[in-house]
């Protein structure tokens, strides 16, 4: 009896850390890079099972990549998560996964990251992954502790999950595609450090939040807001203009009423997990799924 309520104690406590280790590689920011799908739906080769798969495939690359450098990434910060007030129940700041667990699966998740892209039989998009995981790997290590270039390095990170999916498809990523999603970075990661600022609980965990005033953030976000709205008017209008499909220039409607929800969330200081927003803010999935459907009716019915 004793050695089956043993085994029992041996199983769960398993499971325990598996369950554990798949929270601290953080499945909810998977979602950050459905961006690569960005470029295939904007090209018009979303719907061909050659684009599909090689999306697919990136997609697949950059949650291997991003899983593997948060747990660094959280191994590295893990004194100053347990000071945070929601951070400190992660499961490395929390102690239910050792850190030497962690760091060995991050190994194992970088390498293999790589490796998947190099499915889609191409060079490139293993190169890009490699450039993610450069820049992550920077960040972590040093560009996190530097004022600005973190928000730089961040925002950076999104461009190139975005520049991935045209790589993937073997599609140039134009100059109107670039800008757009640079300045929606931007605004999403200047929101994320508001918002964190705005909750002083947060200040003492980040050094670099002491150095960034609200007025100035704000600004950053207002700079970023006003220019990827423009940017994307002139893409909307330009790329069909008068006496042809309209669909492209109706879509910067939920455009701009996503761009006034995230600035009102950040107001509100809500927005310090964006993806949170695409997860449970009801007003959000309207506007971006509006703005989806809408793409898709100009690219593919028109």
């Not at 920011?29 to 739906?41: R, S």
């Not at 850190?99 to 190099?118: H, K, S, Y």
């Not at 050094?207 to 207002?222: D, F, I, M, N």
Request: hydrophobic share 55%; with cysteine; glycine share 6%.
């Amino acid at each position: 009896m004793l050695m089956k309520t043993a085994e029992r104690s041996s199983r769960t406590a398993r499971r325990s850390r598996t369950l554990a280790l798949l929270i601290a590689c953080r499945p909810r920011q998977w979602l950050k890079n459905t961006l690569v799908f960005a470029a295939p739906l904007a090209s018009g080769t979303l719907l061909s099972t050659r684009s599909l798969t090689h999306a697919a495939i990136a997609f697949a690359a950059f949650c291997l990549a991003a899983s593997g450098t948060y747990l660094l990434n959280d191994a590295a910060d893990l004194e100053r998560d347990r000071r945070h007030p929601r951070k400190r129940h992660r499961p490395l700041a929390s102690g239910a996964v050792p850190v030497g667990v962690a760091r060995t699966l991050a190994v194992v998740l970088i390498v293999a990251a790589p490796a998947v892209a190099a499915l889609t039989g191409a060079w490139r998009l293993p190169a890009v992954v490699a450039a993610y995981l450069a820049l992550t790997l920077a960040y972590t290590v040093w560009l996190k502790h530097q004022v600005v270039v973190d928000l730089v390095a961040v925002a950076g990170c999104h461009v190139i999950r975005a520049f991935a999916g045209a790589v993937a498809i073997d599609v140039v990523a134009s100059s109107w595609f670039l800008v757009v999603i640079s300045l929606g970075a931007l605004q999403l990661v200047a929101g994320k450090r508001e918002s964190e600022l705005r909750d002083q609980g947060v200040c003492g965990t980040r050094e670099t939040l002491a150095a960034y005033p609200l007025a100035y953030l704000g600004h950053v976000r207002a700079m970023c807001s006003g220019a990827m709205i423009v940017t994307y008017c002139l893409w909307a209008l330009q790329v069909h203009p008068e006496g042809g499909p309209f669909w492209y220039g109706v879509s910067i409607v939920p455009l701009v009423l996503i761009v006034l929800r995230h600035n009102l969330l950040v107001e509100r200081g809500e927005a310090e997990e964006p993806e949170e927003l695409a997860l449970r803010d009801r007003p959000m999935q309207i506007f971006v799924g509006l703005l989806v459907i809408l793409l898709l009716i100009a690219v593919y019915a028109t």
